[in-house]
């Protein structure tokens, strides 16, 4: 079953005390590139996140947003810093007796000194949270990857169908390669006789000239292998995993006789199928590209 590289993924997953959301989006690429955007806390958990994604996919670029929020009541805790207030308040009595000044010092002016009352992030279990995040990315991997696979099945119809008609297309050159020479036998016994009029025309050097004609615009060869890569493309998208990068280089070949076709057309009927067979190529090169 074949994949496209495009798609998209979404899942939130929460407990009492967390919640995790996760979305991927998936476009083609030549390799497999990652980019992830998440909260400095999971930062930790990077290298398990990259390693899930890859067990998922092989190919294709993917952006990553993940989003982390503590439903906990107890996420911060403030914390009373003995040591700075005793500073502060020896150092306050030493100017009230340098300066003579009253010793009016307060609890609550004391307090909002810089460093004496600070909020202080409560640790969090990192079980809790990566078993969460898992989760979260489970989903949407599954997601992500569901909407690959019906992207890719629509695209192996539509390959499916464009090899369909190249096959149709190698066939009407190949049907044609017999008329083309028995056409050209005709001119040139025309232009022979109209050349010697009466004078008996000799049949084994006008064979000759058709057997070197026929020679320079044989596509036989090229027919065949170009029915073979057409063939060995579709017993590919019978097959699973990534078969992008084969499908590239089956679809080079394929243009490479399609190619050769076009330069041995003696005839614009022939020229034509090949310049429609090379369009069809194309097409089927630009669809194979977002194929994983």
Avoid: W
Avoid at 11 to 16: L, M, R, T, V, Y
């Amino acid at each position: 079953m074949i994949r496209s590289m495009t798609g998209f993924g979404r899942c939130e997953c929460a407990d009492s005390f967390h919640r995790i959301t996760v979305e991927l989006k998936s476009v083609n690429h030549r390799y497999f590139d990652v980019s992830i955007k998440m909260p400095k806390k999971l930062n930790y958990f990077d290298a398990a996140i990259r390693a899930q994604l890859k067990s998922y996919m092989e190919r294709g670029k993917v952006d990553v947003y993940i989003t982390y929020e503590d439903l906990s009541e107890h996420d911060v805790a403030v914390r009373y810093n003995r040591e700075i207030a005793g500073e502060y308040l020896s150092y306050l009595r030493e100017m009230a007796e340098e300066f003579d000044l009253d010793d009016d010092i307060r609890v609550s002016t004391l307090s909002r000194y810089p460093e004496v009352l600070t909020m202080e992030e409560q640790p969090t279990d990192e079980s809790e949270i990566r078993s969460l995040l898992d989760q979260a990315l489970r989903g949407a991997l599954e997601q992500m990857v569901a909407v690959r696979t019906r992207e890719g099945e629509r695209l192996k119809e539509d390959l499916t169908a464009k090899l369909d008609h190249m096959l149709d297309n190698v066939s009407r050159v190949e049907a044609r390669a017999p008329e083309i020479l028995a056409e050209y036998r005709r001119k040139l016994q025309m232009k022979v006789q109209d050349l010697l009029g009466d004078v008996q025309v000799d049949e084994s050097r006008l064979s000759a000239e058709i057997v070197i004609f026929a020679d320079k615009i044989c596509t036989d060869e090229e027919t065949v292998r170009l029915k073979a890569h057409i063939h060995s493309m579709m017993d590919t998208l019978e097959s699973s995993g990534g078969i992008g990068r084969k499908l590239d280089f089956i679809a080079q070949e394929m243009n490479r006789e399609a190619n050769t076709i076009l330069s041995k057309a003696n005839d614009l009927e022939t020229s034509d199928i090949a310049i429609e067979l090379k369009t069809e190529i194309e097409k089927i090169r630009e669809q194979i590209q977002n194929i994983e």
